[in-house]
């Protein structure tokens, strides 16, 4: 049985289908406001603390205010709607205020992925905000499938590595280290990213896209994704798919995930 779509509008709960917001806001009109997608693991929220931690941040950086207590009470509300099914969900807050919550079913993954490179330019205002203006990365997906892969991996104009559209990514470069795009270089500060970062020896910098075309195996981490490995970019298939390397990372995630879901924290813990 597929998990319910449920949806809180400011803590009023109701079938997704059936869910409105006012056209009058910016949320809609403008994509001016900000989000967060959670996996969810028999009803329970990974790292939710994290999320709002970070939806926050992303707010106050385009000076929208998060009524946080009031969301946590709205999630755990619909959390309880939703029963003990796996899923995950998205957190919204609108230029108006608006507070949405939804549970959603999974989207459907391949054990593997391809990756076609997409020149994007990040915008510095934006930089590490996780807004609702999503339309280039979603646009970037597309240019990726138009060219026979699954998924984009975003490069700036100067060929330096950013991320892929809803994920971050790892390599085994030439040189036989595993490294990944550093904040710096102008990419969301993922937690997935993070958690995966602290059980592995990795490099952190920025790298040319040439190192990404010469890895010897490579992978995607996301909430959503977990680890994924991919199995091709631009074309050019990766000798090892799974790696060792890719293997230790869906390992280490694994354990992390055991144990944090094995913590029982309640709703906004860290």
Same mark, same amino acid.
């Given at each position: 049985?597929?998990?319910?779509?449920?949806?809180?509008?400011?803590?009023?709960?109701? &079938? %997704?289908?059936?869910?409105?917001?006012?056209?009058?806001?910016?949320?809609?009109?403008?994509?001016?406001?900000?989000?967060?997608?959670?996996?969810?693991?028999?009803?329970?929220?990974?790292?939710?603390?994290?999320?709002?931690?970070?939806?926050?941040? #992303?707010?106050?950086?385009?000076?929208?205010?998060?009524?946080?207590?009031?969301?946590?009470?709205?999630?755990?509300?619909?959390?309880?709607?939703?029963?003990?099914?796996?899923?995950?969900?998205?957190?919204?807050? %609108?230029?108006?205020?608006?507070?949405?919550?939804?549970?959603?079913?999974?989207?459907?993954?391949?054990? =593997?992925?391809?990756?076609?490179?997409?020149?994007?330019?990040?915008?510095?205002?934006?930089?590490?905000? /996780?807004?609702?203006?999503?339309?280039?990365?979603?646009?970037?997906?597309?240019?990726? /499938?138009?060219?026979?892969?699954?998924?984009?991996?975003?490069?700036?104009?100067?060929?330096?590595?950013?991320?892929?559209?809803?994920? =971050?990514?790892?390599?085994?470069?030439?040189?036989?280290?595993?490294?990944?795009?550093?904040?710096?270089?102008?990419?969301?500060? #993922?937690?997935?990213?993070? /958690?995966?970062?602290?059980?592995?020896?990795?490099?952190?910098?920025?790298?040319?896209?040439?190192?990404?075309?010469?890895?010897?195996?490579?992978?995607?981490?996301?909430?959503?994704?977990?680890?994924?490995?991919?199995?091709?970019?631009?074309?050019?298939?990766?000798?090892?798919? &799974?790696?060792?390397?890719?293997?230790?990372?869906?390992?280490?995630?694994?354990?992390?995930?055991?144990?944090?879901?094995?913590?029982?924290?309640?709703?906004?813990?860290?």
């Amino acid at each position: 049985m597929a998990a319910a779509e449920l949806a809180s509008i400011d803590g009023e709960i109701a &079938p %997704t289908a059936e869910a409105q917001v006012p056209v009058d806001d910016d949320g809609l009109r403008r994509g001016d406001g900000v989000f967060e997608v959670i996996r969810l693991y028999r009803g329970r929220c990974f790292a939710l603390g994290e999320h709002l931690d970070r939806l926050e941040r #992303s707010a106050a950086a385009i000076e929208l205010g998060v009524a946080r207590p009031e969301l946590e009470t709205e999630i755990a509300a619909l959390l309880e709607r939703f029963g003990d099914d796996d899923g995950q969900l998205r957190l919204i807050v %609108t230029r108006a205020g608006r507070r949405l919550a939804f549970t959603e079913a999974l989207p459907a993954r391949g054990e =593997t992925v391809s990756l076609a490179v997409v020149e994007y330019a990040p915008s510095i205002i934006l930089t590490g905000v /996780k807004s609702l203006s999503y339309a280039a990365n979603m646009q970037a997906t597309r240019i990726a /499938k138009s060219r026979g892969a699954d998924e984009a991996v975003l490069v700036r104009p100067d060929g330096i590595v950013l991320e892929p559209p809803t994920s =971050t990514i790892f390599w085994v470069s030439p040189e036989g280290g595993l490294r990944t795009p550093s904040i710096t270089s102008g990419i969301l500060e #993922s937690i997935t990213r993070a /958690k995966v970062a602290r059980q592995l020896h990795v490099e952190e910098g920025e790298w040319q896209v040439s190192d990404l075309h010469g890895a010897h195996e490579a992978f995607l981490a996301s909430t959503t994704r977990e680890v994924q490995p991919v199995s091709a970019i631009d074309g050019r298939e990766l000798p090892e798919v &799974p790696g060792p390397l890719t293997q230790e990372a869906i390992d280490a995630f694994a354990g992390v995930l055991s144990e944090e879901l094995a913590a029982d924290q309640p709703i906004g813990g860290d």
